[in-house]
């Protein structure tokens, strides 16, 4: 029954660990990277919203060239 007891507290482990071959500077240059791709990414979206619109312009243009 040692679930039920009150008087008892419960406390979380502390973890602390250290890599042994860490290299901050290299985090920090992936780190870097990653932002510069997530910001690059975000540039692309837009010329793919405008090249769907085309596309799409494109195809209710021979759809109602057939019809």
Do not use: W
Not at 18 to 38: L, N, S, W
Not at 42 to 59: E, T
Request: glycine share 6%; proline share 4%; aromatic share 14%.
């Amino acid at each position: 029954m040692g679930l039920f007891t009150p008087n008892r507290n419960i406390r979380r482990k502390k973890f602390e660990y250290e890599p042994r071959f860490y290299d901050p500077k290299k985090d920090e240059k992936i780190k870097q990277r990653m932002r510069v791709q997530r910001l690059t990414g975000k540039r692309r979206k837009s010329s793919g919203i405008i090249y769907f619109v085309i596309l799409f312009a494109m195809a209710l243009y021979v759809y109602s060239l057939l019809g």
